[in-house]
């Protein structure tokens, strides 16, 4: 585990969970803009400003969600709030953030071809999720609940910028994240090549991550940081997991019966 990558001095330090956010932005907008521009013939140069903008809204709103839960803390030194790259992102927030502003923006400019276009930010949502996770493993954040005999647990040393339990056998839920990203993106790519109405694959991107998540979440350790809407049983990202996942059904199924490419 590497929180800090490169320690330049004492005031000049390069965090693995700003770096990793970066190449998770990197990948997911080099592939988001080849298909776009191959499948749906958009520009490339708007086709990652959309993607630009996405990010920092995601940010934004991870970091929010981040600051209500933990209120008290964030109250004390308002600053903190701006230090992303020390970690502390609730992607539900992110996520919840972005789907409001495409909902505001993609309507006012049709040649991005709306739900068509939304369906492949959901692949490359899927492969931002699957780097941005290693984000949290390097940092230490998010991590599992304790599993003296899981034959695949991690053990985190006692480091400095460690968040995690050190010393000890752990649910490695940073990678199980990882994986549940790529898991999704090979089924999105799987279930495009049937050609559904566009916006089908926005909405089952939608319920198959609340599902993931809220089955992931199970093993997580962290429950102070990440929040408790029932303590010791159901976390605030479980909760949103919830209505996400009704969100995500009502657009399956709504697109179904859509006729028109785009609309």
């Given at each position: 585990m590497y929180p800090i990558l490169i320690d330049i001095s004492e005031k000049v330090k390069i965090y693995s969970f700003g770096t990793f956010i970066v190449l998770a932005f990197l990948v997911a907008s080099f592939y988001v803009r080849r298909r776009a521009a191959r499948e749906l013939d958009l520009d490339k140069a708007e086709t990652f400003n959309v993607c630009f903008a996405l990010l920092f809204i995601g940010l934004a709103g991870a970091r929010l969600l981040f600051a209500i839960v933990k209120y008290d803390e964030f109250?004390?030194?308002?600053?903190?709030?701006?230090?992303?790259?020390?970690?502390?992102?609730?992607?539900?927030?992110?996520?919840?953030?972005?789907?409001?502003?495409?909902?505001?923006?993609?309507?006012?400019?049709?040649?991005?071809?709306?739900?068509?276009?939304?369906?492949?930010?959901?692949?490359?949502?899927?492969?931002?999720?699957?780097?941005?996770r290693w984000a949290s493993f390097l940092s230490g954040e998010n991590y599992g609940k304790e599993a003296p005999d899981l034959p695949w647990a991690v053990t985190f040393p006692a480091v400095e910028g460690t968040q995690a339990k050190t010393g000890v056998a752990l649910h490695p839920t940073q990678i199980y994240h990882s994986l549940h990203g790529l898991l999704l993106f090979a089924i999105l790519v799987w279930f495009l090549k049937r050609k559904p109405h566009p916006g089908r694959t926005t909405g089952l991107f939608l319920i198959l991550y609340a599902v993931g998540r809220?089955?992931?979440?199970?093993?997580?350790?962290?429950?102070e940081a990440r929040g408790m809407v029932i303590e010791g049983h159901v976390s605030t990202s479980q909760f949103l997991s919830i209505p996400i996942f009704f969100i995500g059904v009502a657009i399956y199924f709504a697109r179904k019966a859509r006729e028109t490419e785009y609309d």
């Open positions: 109250a004390a030194d308002k600053m903190k709030l701006f230090k992303v790259w020390e970690g502390g992102l609730v992607y539900y927030g992110g996520l919840i953030a972005c789907m409001l502003w495409l909902s505001w923006y993609l309507p006012r400019h049709p040649k991005l071809k709306g739900w068509a276009f939304t369906d492949i930010l959901c692949l490359g949502a899927c492969l931002g999720i699957f780097v941005g809220a089955v992931i979440e199970i093993w997580r350790g962290d429950d």
